[in-house]
């Protein structure tokens, strides 16, 4: 490839050696000497005659978790709501005047209109679905559950379905033989239904904002489905309180260890289990 080369010189100046041979002009425009030079460049050729070792590829699949069965068991869920209240026509009613009223809350639990018998397994049904599905998407934006590496999706779903089945089951049993034990059979059962009672309001709050924690991108919706379930885990214990406190016959430390063994120490079982104990089932 030629290029040519004006180089302009003014009087007195000398040429430069490497451009003795170019084409050039004085100042006056009358040409000095001429010469055509190579350039040198070097030219990047697209194709190279130079064989480059091949480039392999290997894919790896994005591993990405089914939503179906989040969607299958909310709807589960909600249809135990909706068989509840299809079968007591003021379930509803009756849950937002618990909730307003306390001396309500007793009368409809005495009268056995606030929980009805044939409601309380459907509704632990419903409530235990709906926790399952927010732990297990609580654990899939900020994992703290050890499940076993060998385990499937499913396995590790039923898992945490059965654990926290044993939860409100262990609740239960401590609640009734701390009732035969202090002879308190009325505030136990009352007991019992405050700890339905808030389970059911959690499952019907929390549920939409699971549904639509579903497809969301930011974990907004359920950071405040975390903060209803706390609020009303803290009004639990509350009223729970007041519940025993209504026990004249025992000291106040007596109500605290009766509060906390039937609250705050099932909670920690249940976080210890889920932590640490998954990984050795």
């Known amino acids: 490839?030629?290029?040519?080369?004006?180089?302009?010189?003014?009087?007195?100046?000398?040429?430069?050696?490497?451009?003795?041979?170019?084409?050039?002009?004085?100042?006056?425009?009358?040409?000095?000497?001429?010469?055509?030079?190579?350039?040198?460049?070097?030219?990047?050729?697209?194709?190279?005659?130079?064989?480059?070792?091949?480039?392999?590829?290997?894919?790896?699949?994005?591993?990405?978790?089914?939503?179906?069965?989040?969607?299958?068991?909310?709807?589960?869920?909600?249809?135990?709501?909706?068989?509840?209240?299809?079968?007591?026509?003021?379930?509803?009613?009756?849950?937002?005047?618990?909730?307003?009223?306390?001396?309500?809350?007793?009368?409809?639990?005495?009268?056995?209109?606030?929980?009805?018998?044939r409601a309380r397994l459907p509704l632990l049904f419903?409530?235990?679905?709906?926790?399952?599905?927010?732990?297990?998407?609580?654990?899939?934006e900020h994992p703290f559950i050890s499940f076993h590496k060998a385990s499937n999706l499913y396995a590790n779903i039923i898992t945490i379905f059965l654990i926290v089945g044993m939860y409100e089951l262990l609740k239960f049993i401590l609640t009734s033989a701390l009732g035969y034990i202090f002879k308190t059979k009325g505030t136990t059962r009352e007991f019992i239904a405050n700890n339905i009672f808030y389970n059911s309001l959690t499952t019907i709050l929390i549920v939409p904002l699971l549904l639509f924690s579903i497809y969301s991108t930011t974990p907004v919706i359920l950071f405040f489905a975390s903060g209803i379930i706390l609020i009303l885990f803290f009004i639990r214990i509350f009223r729970g309180f007041l519940i025993a406190i209504e026990l004249r016959t025992y000291s106040f430390y007596q109500i605290i260890l009766y509060i906390c063994t039937l609250e705050i120490l099932p909670v920690f079982v249940l976080i210890k289990t889920l932590t640490f104990n998954i990984s050795k089932i």
């Open 1 to 117: 490839m030629l290029k040519n080369t004006f180089i302009f010189l003014l009087p007195g100046q000398q040429l430069p050696p490497q451009h003795s041979q170019d084409f050039l002009v004085s100042a006056n425009d009358e040409p000095l000497t001429v010469k055509a030079t190579q350039d040198t460049t070097k030219i990047e050729r697209f194709f190279s005659s130079e064989r480059e070792g091949s480039v392999q590829f290997r894919p790896e699949p994005i591993i990405k978790l089914s939503e179906d069965w989040q969607i299958i068991a909310l709807l589960l869920s909600v249809l135990a709501i909706a068989f509840v209240r299809i079968t007591g026509k003021n379930f509803f009613k009756n849950l937002q005047s618990g909730f307003v009223s306390r001396p309500i809350f007793k009368q409809l639990s005495r009268d056995g209109q606030l929980i009805p018998t």
């Open 126 to 140: 419903s409530f235990l679905l709906a926790i399952t599905v927010y732990l297990f998407q609580l654990n899939t």
